[in-house]
């Protein structure tokens, strides 16, 4: 018999997966929620029109698009901004200026799944609307390293590398090139570094450019030009700045951005970029309402996934996550079947003040019932036995023990449970 598998480029999440993508999701809502930004969700499916109208009709063979069962047009979204455009272009005179808002949820590309890329994938989005100062982009840089630096990276694992659409405009001025190509000029420049330099030779000869210009000019852009001094002064205020590196060859080669543009580039493993983004002001103006100035990043789970595993000293924090994840706080032993429904009461109270509490759903052996313990990691074992209403307490991390009323138990272990997993808890 034929068994089913999951569909190509999608995932199957087993408790100890979810645990790690629920770090990761903690991680990145607990570092937003620092920089005071509040949390949107947007609808997982949209009118494949409105990826028409950022991306243009080459955008629908990545999309997984189908018609409803009224002949619309509709698809799953391959990323949030689209979404988060429409929604604010509708309620924008409803916010206080600048809107700060983060989102976290799943996103599809029909795409050839790779090493860090599948077609289903979780994205954190980080977006300021309805500010237009260098400010703005800083926060969200500022933003990006803190979450690296909060899944414990070092400035020798990342990198952000910092570019501005200002840098190409000024080159294509400088070399008398028509505005015509510049969609594709910039296409050109964002995928330099993933094919031959023949390639990208031939490519820029199609629109009259040398490749030996754009190298020259790549050389001589450097952190000193203009463009780059208010975010420089701003991330240099908060000791940041460490963490950027220029490079013009960052373009982003969607054509709604504008101005600041960057990426969070892995430093040891060859990984694609880990989170990207930069400055859109025309995106509001483009799906119909009025223009409002943005500026925002994504990053995505399965890249930073990938880095975290290889990443070692992030491995301490993900170990910690994933033993207070799946440890119990406490497991209750039956060894005297006649008590098990004062057993189950005791369960519920523990559960209800907020303690990690299991059991055995059937009779079994108290040393049985003991390893099942042990193998949650329970910290403390409780016995219900023939010296009900006495229990016995034992500690199973300080191998200690002590027999208390039943009445105190809920009391007793709300307060062991406030000391540290470690050494003689109970006298």
């Known amino acids: 018999?034929?068994?089913?598998?999951?569909?190509?480029?999608?995932?199957?999440?087993?408790?100890?997966?979810?645990?790690?993508?629920?770090?990761?999701?903690?991680?990145?809502?607990?570092?937003?929620?620092?920089?005071?930004?509040?949390?949107?969700?947007?609808?997982?499916?949209?009118?494949?029109?409105?990826?028409?109208?950022?991306?243009?009709?080459?955008?629908?063979?990545?999309?997984?698009?189908?018609?409803?069962?009224?002949?619309?047009?509709?698809?799953?979204?391959?990323?949030?901004?689209?979404?988060?455009?429409?929604?604010?272009?509708?309620?924008?005179?409803?916010?206080?200026?600048?809107?700060?808002?983060?989102?976290?949820?799943?996103?599809?590309?029909?795409?050839?799944?790779?090493?860090?890329?599948?077609?289903?994938?979780?994205?954190?989005?980080?977006?300021?609307?309805?500010?237009?100062?260098?400010?703005?982009?800083?926060?969200?840089?500022?933003?990006?390293?803190?979450?690296?630096?909060?899944?414990?990276?070092?400035?020798?694992?990342?990198?952000?590398?910092?570019?501005?659409?200002?840098?190409?405009?000024?080159?294509?001025?400088?070399?008398?090139?028509?505005?015509?190509?510049?969609?594709?000029?910039?296409?050109?420049?964002?995928?330099?570094?993933?094919?031959?330099?023949?390639?990208?030779?031939?490519?820029?000869?199609?629109?009259?450019?040398?490749?030996?210009?754009?190298?020259?000019?790549?050389?001589?852009?450097?952190?000193?030009?203009?463009?780059?001094?208010p975010l420089q002064e701003n991330l240099s205020a908060r000791g940041m700045w460490e963490f950027v590196k220029v490079d013009p060859g960052i373009v982003r080669g969607l054509a709604y951005y504008t101005g600041t543009v960057f990426e969070v580039f892995d430093l040891k493993h060859g990984l694609r970029a880990v989170a990207g983004g930069g400055r859109y002001d025309n995106l509001c103006g483009l799906l119909g309402g009025n223009d409002l100035p943005c500026t925002g990043f994504a990053m995505g789970d399965v890249v930073l996934g990938e880095m975290l595993k290889q990443t070692p000293h992030a491995q301490m924090a993900i170990t910690d996550y994933l033993l207070k994840a799946f440890a119990l706080d406490v497991q209750i032993i039956v060894a005297d079947e006649s008590v098990r429904h004062h057993a189950l009461g005791a369960v519920q109270a523990l559960r209800a003040a907020g303690i990690r509490t299991d059991y055995s759903f059937n009779p079994q052996k108290v040393g049985k019932q003991f390893q099942v313990a042990e193998d949650k990691k329970a910290r403390y074992a409780v016995l219900f036995g023939s010296e009900y209403p006495q229990v016995e307490v034992k500690n199973l991390i300080a191998r200690s023990q002590k027999q208390i009323g039943a009445e105190d138990l809920t009391s007793h272990l709300l307060e062991q449970l406030k000391q540290p997993a470690v050494g003689p808890l109970i006298a």
């Open 1 to 229: 018999m034929a068994t089913f598998q999951t569909v190509k480029g999608f995932r199957d999440f087993y408790p100890e997966d979810c645990a790690l993508r629920n770090y990761i999701f903690d991680v990145w809502r607990r570092v937003a929620r620092r920089y005071a930004l509040h949390e949107y969700e947007a609808p997982v499916v949209e009118f494949t029109d409105l990826y028409r109208k950022k991306s243009g009709d080459e955008i629908t063979g990545q999309l997984f698009c189908f018609e409803d069962k009224k002949g619309r047009e509709i698809s799953l979204r391959p990323e949030v901004t689209p979404s988060l455009a429409r929604m604010a272009t509708a309620r924008q005179r409803h916010y206080g200026k600048p809107m700060k808002w983060f989102q976290i949820g799943s996103c599809f590309r029909y795409e050839e799944p790779q090493k860090g890329r599948t077609r289903e994938f979780n994205q954190f989005n980080a977006d300021i609307l309805g500010d237009a100062a260098a400010s703005a982009d800083a926060e969200l840089i500022a933003l990006a390293i803190d979450v690296m630096r909060e899944f414990g990276m070092t400035r020798e694992d990342f990198v952000i590398r910092l570019s501005h659409r200002r840098l190409w405009s000024h080159f294509l001025e400088e070399i008398k090139v028509d505005e015509g190509p510049t969609s594709t000029f910039l296409q050109i420049i964002d995928r330099m570094e993933k094919v031959p330099v023949a390639v990208t030779t031939d490519k820029l000869a199609t629109i009259g450019i040398a490749f030996d210009q754009v190298k020259d000019f790549m050389s001589s852009a450097s952190e000193s030009h203009a463009v780059f001094a």
